[in-house]
């Protein structure tokens, strides 16, 4: 099997399967496991390098206004890997290549890859992730096992943190100029962890807000 991850998690999730060398390219934020960033490069921002937190905010905002991509595809190259499989997302028009763009460039491939795509919310759905990309890769006892060994790591979070009190309001900020809480599974580590998301509610996109209103949330941390 010859694998194309357009997605970091997606690097990670396909390397603790065993599938790191099936893996024909990555994206060019992969750098985990430590190595994998010598593989090929698929992708490519648009935005140009050592802007401010504002003025990459102010460019994501022009282009997505006007409908164009954030990230390139590198065609040619998928086309000379020609890869079985593809593994990309739709959760998130600012994180990565487009999905539409991923299937359209699939489709003209000699080797008529598989496209799946991992858009999970909740720590569950990121479980169900490893499940999904098991059975793209008939690797299901290796799923089986990495799974296990997850539940097992937050079960161990939650023995360690049982009945602290009092349970810290927590602020978890994932951009700062303007200010975006941590959406999705945020809330939901926050929880495990033994403390209250002060802002975010869990599964919820990430959102932009206010300064007034994250300075009455009251935090007692923020991250």
């Known amino acids: 099997m010859r694998i194309a991850s357009l997605v970091p998690s997606a690097t990670e999730m396909l390397c ?12 060019h934020e992969c750098d985990y496991p430590e190595g994998i960033e010598q593989l090929p490069h698929l992708t490519r921002s648009v935005i140009p390098e050592y802007l401010s937190p504002a003025e990459i905010d102010a460019a994501v905002r022009e282009r997505t206004q006007k409908g164009e991509a954030l990230y390139e595809l590198d065609e040619d190259l998928l086309h000379d890997l020609d890869p079985t499989l593809i593994v990309t997302q739709a959760l998130c ?11 359209a460039v699939a489709e003209g491939l000699p080797s008529q890859p598989d496209v799946v795509s991992l858009d999970p919310s909740t720590i569950g759905e990121v479980m169900g992730d490893v499940r999904t990309l098991a059975q793209a890769t008939d690797s299901k ?13 937050l079960d161990r979070v939650k023995i360690k943190v049982r009945g602290a009190e009092p349970r810290p309001r927590v602020l978890a900020l994932e951009w700062l100029d303007p200010p975006f809480i941590g959406g999705h599974w945020v809330p939901q580590m926050i929880e495990l ?22 300075a009455a949330s009251q935090p007692d941390i923020i991250v």
């Open 141 to 153: 006892d290796a799923g089986v096992d990495l799974v296990r060994a997850l539940a097992e790591r």
């Open 193 to 214: 962890a033994g403390g209250d998301d002060a802002i975010g509610f869990p599964g919820e996109r990430s959102r932009e807000v206010s300064w007034d209103e994250l």
């Open 16 to 27: 603790a399967l065993g599938l790191r060398d099936s893996l024909v390219a990555v994206t």
């Open 93 to 103: 028009a600012v994180c990565a290549v487009s999905f539409d763009d991923v299937r």
